[in-house]
């Protein structure tokens, strides 16, 4: 067809097969709506349907020599996808076999008709840029700043220690240093993408940021705001003015004018595997994001993950040595097993410190779970309790409650063992609420705070007190913690995973970098490796150490793995298809719920893209697989070839 605009438009469809451009005529009566980047409703031949979609690009001409159908309507007045932001879609999608449109529900957020015309009537006011600043926190040598200027991707190592905000905020050091980051690049009216695991590190960094910049230059972005809130923040971000946006995984995605830097803190963090399709870390985004731009990528943590190392040895990713931390005073207490009465299972070197700290100001006792009694076993043959209704682990939630089933919440009144016919359960592990509750009575006239989940403190004064905190919950301290206690380390190494070790090393080191400036830390019960990186503060040795392990036993991230999931049939089709790559093994399949099969696909990262070609045409080869009914039988469901590539629950 020639002469006339021609609108493509991608189909926001979760069929593979419908992953793909499609023209469609303009009418006149929507030529003056029509931009690229507008949200669209198209015809689908099939069943006369009219689904939503983006128009991407306008043409003046299209390859299909048939008739096209015209654009049904337009519905959003103002563009919301970005040509960059597409193409970082497209691209991430085709990595992971996955469809473009299930990343942009991830970019874009839910349209709401009143903000958007508001904001298109509104005169944008994104407030002055700023000056030349000082030296970025942590990095005095100007070698961070070397690396902005130049769009290079770095690794850098956190100063390990809080620092207080000219306006009298206590951050973690890290957060000033991106905060600083950011802020030299805003003053070269560069926007900027920082993305951190949750709302608690994201508090942080906006008390820096709103200390180093003004802050109608920076834009939040997270879950915990209303959706009307969220879109407007989504809408400032498109403006042509540079801004700093700041949020969690999916800030990846956002839309940014003259993208100068994407920071991310401790990757590492299970907040940031991404549960929705196609499943893309937002590290793995950032990367194909910095390829695209020319920004500068910067991780940064306490404790780099495996991911990181593996990219800083092959040179992808350059680590960049700041000013010389003082490490925080890591005590490993392995091998002093005598306790203080009432301790909560601390040992004694351990237990008088923390008596004395607590005279001065808050001490920190890090536990691996909440509640009060997690998990309970019989108390004669200590084998795990499970509810009589419906096998699931019994639990006592709070002091004083009844023990019941964490799956149905049956309470577990007359249980008795399966095995031995007791009838009198034991503690396995100690909750959080127990050990405050210990706590609290071994040390009578101190403040006891709790923080997990469900109660969630952000920060605490200066003043006396213990603090008892499910890992990643630990509150910022003013001044810093006199003392801090990890605690459970046993317990939490017992976790069936390959990454145990290494996020028990990163909780570890998130928390002992709160603690003041020569104040103890102590690691109890854990030995070996680990506790050698945490007391000399060499993580990225013990991290470079777990790679080389990995790399022999052809272990992510030494080499990628997909997970395959469907009908053996299917499954074993899509195993023969792939494995014809050079270089490509597959392990199993083995059976899973609902019936199904579940395969693993290792392959070398060179092979990825071919690797991502295979796995998609035997997704839309399923999708499209035609079955006639069976007289007499039900009717089936659709046979559906699910794909997870780098899948974060492959043991």
Not at 163 to 192: E, F, I
Not at 519 to 538: K, M, N
């Amino acid at each position: 067809m020639t002469g006339g605009s021609v609108a493509r438009v991608l189909v926001d469809s979760p069929l593979p097969q419908l992953d793909q451009l499609f023209d469609y005529r303009v009418p006149d009566r929507l030529r003056d709506q029509v931009k690229a980047g507008v949200r669209v409703r198209v015809p689908l031949r099939s069943g006369g349907r009219i689904a939503n979609g983006w128009l991407v690009e306008l043409v003046e001409s299209s390859e299909f020599e048939g008739r096209l159908s015209e654009l049904e309507d337009v519905v959003s007045e103002v563009p919301l996808l970005v040509p960059e932001v597409w193409a970082l879609a497209r691209a991430v999608a085709d990595r992971a076999a996955g469809n473009a449109s299930d990343v942009l529900r991830l970019a874009v957020p839910s349209r709401y008709v009143r903000v958007e015309r508001s904001w298109a009537a509104a005169a944008p006011d994104p407030g002055a840029l700023p000056q030349a600043s000082a030296p970025i926190h942590g990095a005095d040598d100007g070698r961070l700043e070397r690396g902005l200027r130049a769009g290079e991707r770095m690794w850098f190592s956190a100063d390990p220690r809080p620092v207080r905000l000219d306006s009298g905020v206590w951050v973690g050091a890290w957060a000033l240093t991106l905060a600083q980051a950011a802020a030299r690049v805003l003053a070269d009216d560069r926007s900027s993408l920082l993305i951190v695991p949750d709302y608690r590190d994201q508090e942080q960094l906006q008390s820096a940021l709103e200390a180093v910049v003004d802050a109608r230059r920076i834009i939040r972005t997270d879950a915990r705001q209303t959706g009307g809130a969220r879109f407007r923040s989504f809408l400032d971000a498109t403006g042509d003015a540079a801004r700093i946006v700041v949020g969690n995984r999916s800030t990846v995605y956002a839309p940014a004018a003259r993208l100068g830097l994407i920071a991310m803190w401790d990757d590492g963090d299970s907040l940031m595997n991404e549960p929705l399709a196609p499943g893309v870390h937002p590290r793995d985004a950032a990367l194909i994001r910095t390829e695209q731009s020319g920004a500068a990528l910067l991780f940064a943590g306490h404790a780099p993950s495996v991911e990181v190392v593996r990219l800083v040895e092959i040179g992808w990713v350059v680590e960049v040595t700041g000013t010389r931390h003082a490490r925080p005073r890591v005590i490993a207490t392995e091998n002093q097993f005598s306790q203080e009465p009432g301790s909560a299972r601390i040992p004694s070197a351990a237990w008088r410190q923390a008596q004395e700290a607590a005279r001065h100001g808050p001490v920190l006792v890090q536990v691996a779970r909440p509640g009060n009694t997690p998990l309970l076993a019989c108390d004669r043959c200590r084998e795990p309790a499970r509810c009589a209704a419906c096998g699931g682990g019994l639990a006592i939630p709070r002091e004083g409650g009844v023990a019941r089933c964490l799956l149905c919440g049956t309470a577990a009144n007359g249980w008795a063992c399966p095995t031995c016919e007791g009838t009198r359960l034991r503690a396995v592990t100690i909750g959080a609420s127990r050990t405050a509750d210990e706590l609290g009575r071994a040390f009578p006239n101190t403040r006891v705070v709790l923080s997990d989940g469900e109660k969630p403190v952000l920060r605490v004064g200066a003043d006396p007190a213990l603090v008892v905190a499910t890992r990643g919950a630990e509150p910022i301290a003013d001044g810093g913690y006199r003392a801090v206690l990890l605690r459970d380390g046993e317990r939490m190494l017992l976790r069936e995973s390959l990454r145990v070790a290494e996020d028990c090393l990163r909780w570890w080191s998130n928390a002992a970098a709160l603690v003041a400036p020569g104040s103890p830390v102590f690691l109890v019960g854990v030995g070996g490796a680990l506790a050698t990186a945490l007391t000399t503060w060499r993580q990225g040795d013990w991290a470079a150490s777990e790679l080389a392990s990995r790399r022999a036993l052809r272990f992510p991230p030494a080499v990628r793995v997909a997970s395959v999931t469907a009908s053996a049939a299917n499954v074993a089709s899509a195993v023969t298809a792939v494995t014809a790559v050079p270089g490509v093994d597959a392990l199993g399949p083995t059976p899973v719920d609902d019936g199904l099969s579940r395969a693993l696909v290792r392959f070398d990262y060179a092979a990825g893209a071919r690797v991502a070609r295979e796995l998609r045409a035997e997704m839309i080869r399923v999708a499209t697989e035609r079955r006639r009914p069976v007289s007499g039988r039900p009717v089936r469901r659709p046979a559906v070839l699910r794909v997870r590539f780098d899948d974060p629950d492959v043991p």
